[in-house]
């Protein structure tokens, strides 16, 4: 099986996007919209710690959990 890792700030970027766009459909998640627009909007100052997680290899599945946590960490 071929797992698609992100390999660069804009893949990592990408991966939150889809995150982003994936909490839109359950209603129960929609506060955090604001919050995760806020981020990607950020991109500029934001782009070196992109570029340190896809640095780390990780998968797409592995880098959208971190992303996860980071988020919600951040959310409480």
Known sequence: MK???TGTAADV?????AYRDDLREP???QL???LLDRLISRETEMT???ENIARQG?????????????FFAGAS
């Open 3 to 5: 797992y698609f890792r």
């Open 13 to 17: 970027l990408n991966t939150l996007k």
């Open 27 to 29: 209603p129960l998640r």
């Open 32 to 34: 955090h919209w604001p």
């Open 48 to 50: 070196s710690v992109w």
């Open 58 to 70: 990780l998968t797409w599945q592995q880098c959208h959990t971190l992303l996860e946590q980071i």
